[in-house]
């Protein structure tokens, strides 16, 4: 390891080739890269890097939401999907390797303090999707009436997805769409999280369940 006491391009940090820079205590610091030991033939790959891709995969598909929800769980160079992508790789993997699956009901699209959705429920009847929630008679209503819905729609059979971006307030206690707007067939997951007006604050996303899209009427 090396100490950089001046640099014409002023700090970097990252990898370039073998090395790598960082800076601590205010530090700028030069290493090489550690030697990684070759995988033997046959052997398996560690859980982690099973896991990942999985994680990665299906967070960069909530990208645009996943950017408001975990906005204030980055950290230093991480960004939201980084914040998710760790968040949700410790609680949501089952199964055993090498045959880790999803589980959809502990996948968090946002972490915030905000209130989250009362009740909220997911169906889907002749034609139409609806979610719907509640307002609690302990929260005001004139404090959280006009935050806005992020409602999310994952086909985990067909691997599409939609988003509905802030178009309904919290105070219309539902959202509807035309079963158009969904590809047929398989499984479909929903979320749901509010924002504030401001944009400052987000909630907890919670998980609505999932229904089988058989056919659009």
Request: proline letters at 4%.
């Amino acid at each position: 390891m090396a100490r950089v006491k001046k640099q014409v391009l002023g700090d970097v940090i990252g990898t370039v080739g073998e090395v790598s820079f960082s800076k601590r205590k205010g530090k700028n610091q030069v290493k090489g890269k550690p030697d990684r030991p070759k995988r033997k033939a046959g052997e398996r790959l560690p859980d982690q890097n099973l896991k990942l891709p999985l994680i990665v995969k299906l967070m960069t598909k909530f990208d645009s939401q996943i950017n408001l929800g975990f906005a204030n769980k980055a950290k230093r160079d991480w960004t939201p999907v980084n914040a998710a992508v760790a968040y949700n790789m410790k609680r949501s993997i089952i199964g055993n390797a090498p045959d880790f699956d999803i589980d959809y009901s502990k996948i968090s699209i946002s972490r915030g303090k905000r209130e989250t959705a009362w009740s909220g429920r997911y169906t889907y009847a002749e034609g139409r999707v609806t979610v719907t929630w509640e307002i609690p008679q302990c929260v005001k209503l004139k404090a959280v009436g006009t935050d806005k819905a992020y409602l999310l729609f994952y086909n985990s059979t067909k691997k599409r997805t939609v988003m509905v971006d802030g178009h309904v307030d919290r105070a219309a206690l539902s959202f509807q769409a035309p079963g158009r707007h969904f590809v047929t067939g398989g499984i479909m997951h929903a979320w749901i999280f509010f924002m504030s007006p401001d944009g400052k604050e987000t909630s907890n996303s919670d998980y609505l369940g999932s229904i089988i899209i058989d056919k659009i009427m």
